[in-house]
């Protein structure tokens, strides 16, 4: 193999190492954790056997003693003290604690990985919406108002042709009966636009109190089950109110269908504005 190849290999090995390092550590950690228990249950009969011959040469000292000093009896040991026990004991799970003393720091490890992934994610994401927000105003400013909501109902169009209703359940609420789609779940329910609007409305008059809603929140609102992200994401009074932007298409089947988008989207770590 040429030495270029190989570079490129180890290149390669390195950067999926590094990538996957937090999968890696936890891994180790786990099954460095289930060797420490099973190190610690095979160090334990030695232990014993160690402590046994400790209370036998403390007895025997004693008994010697005893006879030196003219008694024939003796105070007899059947328990060491905490602190003899350690002593006795300690270089038989001194493997166990190396391994779990490993195992723990890889986890703590895992951890930190993540955490500063987590944060550089958060900071990619707020950069990412500041453009798009200025990117939005723009398009406004330079096309005005009216064009940029033909826009907004062209790409709802496109949303519906991408997730066709005959190939996705209909969820049935007790909102009302007008078909709607979900630009962010991707879902397709019954509702009704102006029980939609009261929706937005009490969640805004909850957000003025509490400060932030969830994406889930307002699903639980208008009828619809939470999502996997639907805690991750939501809407903080610092960032503007929730402003759903409806636009009316025909859906696959020919049957009128209310796309819901927002003008202010859900972001991340929204509790902290």
Sequence with gaps: MKKSNISKALSSIRTSVAKHSPEILTG???????????MAVQATPKALILIDNEKKRINQ??????KAEGYEEFARVDRLKP???????WICYLPAVITGGVSIACLIGANSVNARRNAALATAYTLSESALKEYQEKVVETIGEKKEQ???????????EQNPV???EVIITDKGDTLCFDAVSGRYFKSDIEKLKKA???LNRQMRDEMYISLNEFYYEIGLSGIGIGDDLGWNIDNGYIEPHFSSQLAEDGKPCLVISY????RYDYRNG
């Design 28 to 38: 180790i950690g786990i099954a460095g954790m289930i060797v420490t228990t099973v």
């Design 61 to 66: 000292r004693f008994f010697d003693e005893a």
């Design 83 to 89: 602190v003899e026990i350690i002593k006795t004991t």
């Design 150 to 160: 033909s826009v907004r109902d062209a790409i709802a169009k496109d949303k519906l």
């Design 166 to 168: 005959m190939s996705r």
């Design 200 to 202: 937005v409305n009490e």
């Design 263 to 266: 003008l202010v989207g859900p």
